[in-house]
T-cell receptor, first 111, second 109 residues
């Protein structure tokens, strides 16, 4: 039972590069979200989706894009990486307002 | 003002001790409440949901006080394996989850 998977686990980028963090879930959950976690800041919501074709911004959306073409996948795109985007990124899925299941995280460093 | 606030700790307690964490939330219309546990460099995992009537799971008891807008977590007979960061989570009437910054617990032998 895979649950929520994220790739890659680790990534180093140079300033200005773009990349996509992948997230997939096999639980048929309608709700998916992306968070970043920084020391002393807790988990902050970047973007979320309540179903295929529907996305919305969270607390810290600038510099990130998302799309939701299927129920299973919710990729996060960094358009032009900046050092301020160095963080740990978690993807999560749930039934709406129910328990969230998290992926193992992606540790991103932007030089 | 943050949606969810927690005392970051750290709480350092001996094995067998009882420890309690509190969490306050700002939105009186908040719908669902949870405690998550996060081990170092790992993803958060659900510890327990919090219901209005209070609920217990083994050594863990969670309480919700809607009038005062706080949630509590009580851990009895602490084990070394309870060492982790405990995150308070609240949902609003929409679809957003709000996380506290977490409370760090270390159980000492």
């Amino acid at each position: 039972n895979a649950g929520v998977t994220q790739t890659p686990k680790f990534q180093v980028l140079k300033t200005g590069q773009s990349m996509t963090l992948q997230c997939a879930q096999d639980m048929n959950h309608e709700y998916m979200s992306w968070y970043r976690q920084d020391p002393g800041m807790g988990l902050r919501l970047i973007h979320y989706s309540v179903g295929a074709g529907i996305t919305d911004q969270g607390e810290v959306p600038n510099g990130y894009n998302v799309s939701r073409s299927t129920t299973e996948d919710f990729p996060l795109r960094l358009l032009s990486a900046a050092p301020s985007q160095t963080s740990v990124y978690f993807c999560a899925s749930s039934r709406t307002r129910d328990t969230q299941y998290f992926g193992p995280g992606t540790r991103l460093t932007v030089l | 003002r943050k949606e969810v606030e927690q005392d970051p700790g750290p709480f350092n307690v001996p094995e067998g001790a009882t420890v309690a964490f509190n969490c306050t939330y700002s939105n009186s219309a908040s719908q669902s409440f949870f405690w998550y546990r996060q081990d170092c460099r790992k993803e958060p995992k659900l510890l327990m949901s919090v219901y209005s009537s209070g609920n217990e799971d083994g050594r863990f008891t969670a309480q919700l006080n809607r009038a005062s807008q706080y949630i509590s977590l009580l851990i009895r007979d602490s084990k070394l394996s309870d060492s982790a960061t405990y995150l308070c989570v609240v949902t609003d009437t929409g679809n957003q989850f709000y996380f506290g910054t977490g409370t760090s617990l270390t159980v000492i032998p």
